[in-house]
């Protein structure tokens, strides 16, 4: 295990209507609010109403930006930083899923910097202070409610990039389940398609000895997928909802961190994907895990053996531990059918010809990736699984 600091000081205001508490929340970050959305889905279910009354009842001044996009566009955050700096705004409240969060943080990062905030993504300048964000979420997916990073897509280039700072973990997170009851089904199975890669980011590490860990990750992993179909099934079922919601946050809050190494190569060739072609961030990633997953297995046989079993209770065949580990690697492709994630870059209508040019942007700094440090051409290669229909069960 490795040497770890851990601190997560996001406050969690979890369960039914806690979002009448945003006002009090805010009071203390400041008397005028950048409230920060999407589209009018928080209007239609009544949220927005329920917000802005929470926040006038506790004298708070609001000025307004909605129109945030899934992959949330720079453009849009250099606006936000101008619209916080003309208003004299001094505390952002984010009240969305992930991109709604990214975005805000990256305002709030923006708005107290010289430079450009573009700066903070491609390694130019470091993120060391920022504006105090609240969240009040709506979609349970990305894990940004308590996380320190931001990724924000720059349409100059089609570049999709993170930074990352401890202060930019949200002062508190208010998560009520039933806010999600009304999320569209392909947008539920994002989130689980997100929030199960963001553990496996973290389990697949070279670091030995983390069982701790380990088990904690398989927890996550396992309640997932054991609840996935509940909230397919039955959108309106608060027990499940609940259980996704809070594995969301547990898996992209670093906890999981602690003490070992996590890969991020398939975030990586994602935010490829992500940026040129604007694919959903868990759709992105069902595509991409399966294939890194062929692709680099061999490295450790003996930990996807362990995933195998563990998380799918995959019998150990001790005669032909390759076999056990393909069999892991199977299901975890198997899971994202079920959910209805495309699992081939065609079932997304992604061409392949722009696979050398996303191989190239996604190395352009070096390798990427710690389990198994990958080049171009090793990115190639997964895009090239990632698009062969022949792999396909059956064919």
Known sequence: MENFVYQNTTKIIFGKDTESLVGKEMSGLGNKVLLHYGGGSIKRSGLYDTVIKALKEADIEVVELGGVMPNPRLSLVREGIKLCKDEKID??????????IDS???ISAGVL???DVWDFF???AQIEEALPVGVVLTIPAAGSESSTGTVVTNEDGGYKKSAGADILRPKFAIMNPVLTYTLPPYQTSCGLSDMFAHVLERYFTNVPN???T???CEAVMKTIIDNAPKVLNDPNGYDARAEIMWAGTLAHNNLLDTGRIGDWASHGIQHELGGIYDIAHGAGLAI???AWMKYVYKHDIPRFVQYANRVWNVDINPFNMEETALEGIRRTEEFFKSINMPVRLNDANIPLDRIEEMAKKGAENGPIGQFLPL???????ILEIAGDKSLEEGE
Not at 92 to 97: H, I
Not at 375 to 381: G, K, L
């Open 91 to 100: 505390s952002v409240l984010a009240v969305g899923g992930g991109s709604v």
């Open 104 to 106: 805000a943080k990256a």
């Open 113 to 115: 910097y010289e430079g």
């Open 122 to 124: 491609t390694g130019k």
């Open 210 to 212: 983390v069982e701790l």
């Open 214 to 216: 380990d088990r904690m």
């Open 288 to 290: 991409v895990f399966p």
């Open 375 to 381: 080049d171009e051409e090793d990115i190639i290669a």
